[in-house]
């Protein structure tokens, strides 16, 4: 446990190194999902303060920040990451609170962000650039820098652990940040901000504005002088992003979630895969843009497939997060009337079992049993749209081709597993699936700090996470010496 205390005030936005009140002076409630009472307020930041916040970024660029060496940048990322774990505690509690996570992920995902911050700690003096042979009389080399000012829209599902990814890769680029959390879940963007002050980072190389997405968020992608925005949310709210930040043609890193599948075949350890089946589907209520909500296995296995994950079902309890249930409440009323209506969409399928909301959970509570549905049409809309809900789907197939075309029969295209021994088809799918990360017996839902990770279609573009988010983070500069030739 941390001898110094966070000592964040929600109200305030962290500017310039300091708390200072939102320019407009307005707050917003935050709920605390597992009971639905108001957790405290937050500042409701805007235009102005996303404003602020760009200038105090250029400020540092042109100072200590702008100044540091790869060296010294890795160095206080890395004592960051230490401080982060000393305060795991305290972390996990406000994160529980917040989102709704049950307490055991939500330190999960402490150590997560800490992770981050050793990786691209080390990783900041570690990416080389070139020397490109070229005409007689040149020396030609590549320099990787910094976009300048970065813009992060942070969701509310894994605030901690996308932070970490994108902040992460891009102060070790020596790029400043402006963070815009989710409305929904801010408290940890603020307690990192001070984490990271209390750690050495100079003033103004991250600055954090909470507020709403159509106000602070719209206003950070359009600012003229932020020049690289990373998205993380919704498909809907990502072409918008995508579509603003052409105005000034910055480019943007999306991740917007998928409907990603596990595919069991005849061959597969189905013991072996059955906790992966399950936990990706249902960890974090199912808020995970990797949760696998479609499971596709083979016909000769599926009666036995279905009974198992049934009886696993049956035993999923959903309670107050504090509490560590196998499941905690969605973030949200919105969130959970959301998932109820998909659900519902579902009147004509096959259930094939429901978890419970324990007796106890408080009534303003935003729970959701969780649901398994079997037997389903891969055109079904439970097979085909992001649930974000703990709802799975499992669809029978009946050869390898089969398989592929109804794991590839969806707009998205984030991350796919294969259960099966035999090696030549493992490689065969690894290539055949589309999507940013195969796991093979094995399913990696947000887990990997130095795995890239991103989608296609309407799982985005661009990829975070491993020394490949760096590149993202950085430009390439060719510098070309005429120096003569040879005497
Ligand atoms: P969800 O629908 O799951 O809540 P969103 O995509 O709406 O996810 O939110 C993800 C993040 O995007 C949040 O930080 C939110 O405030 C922000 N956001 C929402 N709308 C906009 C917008 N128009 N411009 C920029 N950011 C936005």
């Not at 990322?77 to 917040?98: F, M, R, T």
């Not at 549905?373 to 669809?395: K, T, Y």
């Not at 099966?420 to 940013?436: D, E, T």
Request: glycine share 12%.
């Amino acid at each position: 446990m941390s001898t110094r205390p966070l000592n964040i005030d929600p109200q305030n936005c962290f500017i310039g190194g300091a708390w200072v009140p939102p320019l407009g002076g307005q707050a917003l409630d935050l709920r605390n999902p597992s009971d639905g009472t108001t957790l405290c307020q937050i500042a409701r930041g805007d235009a102005a303060d996303i404003d602020r916040a760009v200038g105090a970024a250029e400020r540092a660029l042109d100072g200590d920040w702008g100044r540091a060496t790869a060296f010294e940048r890795g160095r206080v990322l890395a004592k960051i990451g230490a401080l982060v774990l000393e305060n795991i505690d305290e972390l996990a509690v406000l994160e529980s609170n917040d989102v709704g996570k049950p307490l055991k992920q939500a330190r999960a995902d402490v150590v997560a962000l800490a992770r981050y911050m050793e990786f691209y700690g080390g990783a900041a003096d570690k990416l080389h650039g070139q020397t490109i042979p070229y005409l007689e009389g040149y020396t030609v080399y590549t320099l990787r820098e910094p976009h300048g000012v970065t813009g992060h829209i942070i969701p509310w599902n894994y605030p901690m652990q996308i932070i970490g990814r994108s902040v992460g890769a891009a102060l070790a680029m020596g790029n400043a940040c402006v963070l815009k959390p989710a409305e929904e879940a801010c408290l940890t963007a603020l307690a990192f901000a001070e984490i990271a002050r209390q750690a050495g980072l100079p003033d103004g190389a991250l600055n954090v504005v909470p507020g709403l997405g159509a106000e602070a968020g719209a206003a950070l992608t359009k600012h003229p002088r932020v020049r690289h925005i990373s998205f993380t949310g919704s498909v809907n709210v990502g072409k918008l992003i995508q579509e603003t930040a052409s105005a000034h043609v910055v480019p943007v890193t999306l991740e917007l979630g998928g409907k990603s599948p596990q595919l069991v075949f005849d061959d597969a350890d189905i013991d072996a895969a059955l906790p992966f089946l399950v936990n990706a589907g249902i960890q974090n209520a199912g808020q995970t843009c990797s949760a696998s909500s479609r499971i596709l296995v083979h016909r000769s296995k599926f009666d036995e497939v279905v009974m198992k994950m049934a009886a696993r079902y049956r035993d999923l309890r959903a309670g107050p997060a504090l509490d560590d249930h196998d499941v905690g409440p969605l973030v949200s009323m919105r969130q959970k009337d959301i998932v109820e209506s998909f659900i519902a969409q579902g009147h004509d399928l096959e259930i094939a079992a429901r978890g419970e909301i324990v007796a106890d959970a408080p009534a303003g509570g935003a729970y959701v049993t969780p649901t398994l549905f079997a037997n389903v049409d891969p055109g079904h809309i439970l097979a085909q749209d992001e649930i974000f809900g703990p709802v799975q789907v499992v669809i029978p197939f009946d050869d390898e081709d089969q398989a592929v075309a109804i794991a590839n029969g969806t707009d998205f295209g984030l991350v796919a597993s294969v259960w099966s021994q035999n090696g030549a088809r493992q490689m065969r799918l690894a290539k055949r699936l589309r999507a940013g990360q195969v796991f093979i017996n094995n399913y990696g839902a947000g887990g990997g700090v130095e795995l890239p990770f991103g989608g296609s279609g309407l799982s985005g573009h661009g990829r975070e996470k491993g020394f490949e988010a760096l590149y993202g983070f950085s430009t390439l500069k060719t510098v070309a010496a005429f120096h003569g030739e040879d005497k």
